[in-house]
């Protein structure tokens, strides 16, 4: 075993390359069915824990659906945070992991830069692991689409997870084909005076430009998103983290596209186990206890992801808004990073909260507020106590508040969180707004402030009782349980998805 490998609890026995298949075969309507046996999937995941987790999410639904397959995640260090070796699972049930060594940390390299820096490492954990297994094809994150390169220099089919939702993806080869074929290009839009509207084909409804993610609308950026939709196309699948159910319109534009692959809404995927470290143990259980004390839906959850918060003008704002609302409410507060960077950096605590909120706010929400930093989000929302959720709408975070038949109010940050808001709020109805079009990131400019009163009104919407909303919202967390059992979409999508490896590989 080379020595980017970590120790294996079952490996699998070597065996020469005669017996690393085992055919059989099937005469039926006519047609040979050829059935290949002890396959090995490399999944390439971004670097970060949260891409990690959802690809093991992804890579675990493979390995238990079909004894066939075997999966190796081959893993790049973070440059935000470290996660020592013992920070990932050890490897079994035909799941391993290769965990490559540190990098060039420094700020010269962009985020895209850093991935293609570990090139050389991930080349020779390949070169290694087809010398021992019969590899079928390597599986990029969406951001990891430059591996490409090293699938076509071992001759192996490349497919993508996707992350986000299927209308996204169907956005970014629109945007693409808008282009090549129109020479529209979307990243003028941002210079509109007028609030400007176009087709996007997995959408029933126009669709406005200021709901495009930044780096659409950036003309530096551009050229980038362009290039990995024409990359997209090239792959022999993509993996997608929805449900036929949700994206009907965009599955039916992918299953009408002849100029697309084959898309497999597999979702949701979701990592619902909680962390182990025992400072956070102690927070939860703190956290927890007063949600148990807490009538059922009476409280709304407000928490915006890893690399959520807030200046202190808008922390006051929200609040104004929360006293206004009259809900009890569980707010996970932090400080923004400065805006000198493109995607924010994970916000701090602030130093004084009593001198940032309004005079007396902690005083008067005592007894139906509870403010926190770190939020043990999954239980949270899984909490009886818990009626409504103010989210950034992460596309996790939005699955994950589906799951638990949790409406949300929608306030998006950055990457493509103000079309997932959009998505939710006006396609699916599925949301309440606060602001759709927000963003605060640093490559269109600085972020103007939230009003309490446009909080205060998506806050209500979302914790309105016996609303429409609130219904739809149950009958979709319905389907979205439903979809994974033996007999529904996701699982008939993830089989098809196997299916369709093996025959690549003949």
């Known amino acids: 075993m080379g020595p980017y490998f970590t120790v294996q609890k079952e490996n699998h026995k070597p065996s020469i390359k005669a017996t690393n298949f085992i055919l059989t075969t099937h005469i039926k309507n006519s047609k040979l069915k050829v059935d290949v046996m002890e396959l090995e999937l490399v999944f390439i995941p971004s670097p970060g824990i949260g891409h990690f987790r959802s690809t093991t999410a992804v890579a675990k639904l493979l390995v238990d659906s079909d004894d066939r397959i075997s999966v190796t ?140 993610p930044s780096f659409m609308l950036s003309k530096e950026w551009f050229p980038y998103i362009l290039s990995r939709a024409r990359t997209l196309r090239e792959t022999k699948g993509i993996i997608v983290n929805s449900v036929a159910e949700m994206e009907p319109q965009a599955l039916k534009f992918f299953s009408d596209s002849n100029s697309t692959p084959p898309v497999y809404p597999v979702g949701p995927i979701l990592d619902l186990k909680t962390d182990g470290n025992d400072s956070k143990d102690e927070k939860r259980t703190e956290i927890l206890r007063w949600l148990d004390k807490q009538p059922p839906r009476s409280v709304v959850f407000l928490c915006f992801g890893s690399m959520g918060g807030f200046s202190e003008e808008q922390t006051r704002e929200t609040a104004v808004a929360l006293e206004r609302s009259g809900h009890r409410f569980l707010w996970s507060v932090r400080r923004a990073s400065p805006e000198d960077k493109i995607i924010p950096s994970p916000p701090e605590d602030f130093t004084n909260l009593e001198e940032v909120l309004p005079e007396g706010f902690l005083e008067r929400t005592a007894e139906i507020g509870k403010i926190i930093s770190w939020a043990p989000q999954v239980d949270v929302l899984k909490s009886h106590a818990v009626g409504g959720f103010v989210t950034h709408c992460g596309w996790n975070s939005t699955l994950e508040s589906l799951w638990f038949g949790v409406p949300t109010a929608a306030w998006p940050i950055y990457a493509e969180q103000q079309f997932n808001a959009f998505q939710m709020v006006e396609e699916v109805g599925l949301a309440a707004e606060i602001r759709k079009d927000y963003r605060r990131d640093n490559i269109l400019g600085g972020s103007e402030v939230v009003t309490a009163k446009e909080i205060e009104s998506g806050i209500n919407c979302g914790m309105e009782q016996g609303s429409e909303m609130r219904k739809k919202v149950k009958e979709m967390s319905d389907k979205l349980h439903v979809a994974l059992m033996d007999g529904g979409s996701s699982n008939a999508a993830l089989k098809k998805f196997i299916q369709d490896v093996v025959e690549n590989v003949m």
Request: glycine residues 2%.
């Open 73 to 212: 995640l081959i893993v790049i260090p973070s440059r935000v945070s470290e996660h020592a070796s013992s920070s990932y699972p050890e490897s079994q049930n035909r799941l391993s992991y290769c965990l490559l060594p540190p990098g060039d940390q420094s700020t010269e390299h962009t985020f895209i830069s850093y991935i293609n820096s570990y090139k050389p490492h991930v080349r020779a954990a390949v070169s290694e692991l087809s010398q021992r297994r019969q590899v079928a094809g390597i599986v990029v994150d969406m951001f990891c689409t430059s591996m490409t390169d090293i699938a076509n220099e071992f001759h192996l089919p490349t497919y993508l997870f996707y992350t986000s939702n299927a209308s996204y993806l169907g956005l970014q080869f629109h945007v693409q084909s808008l282009y090549d074929e129109k020479k529209l290009d979307v990243s003028e839009l941002n210079n509109s005076d007028a609030e400007f509207e176009f087709e996007v084909p997995t959408f029933t409804r126009p669709f406005p430009a200021n709901c495009l």
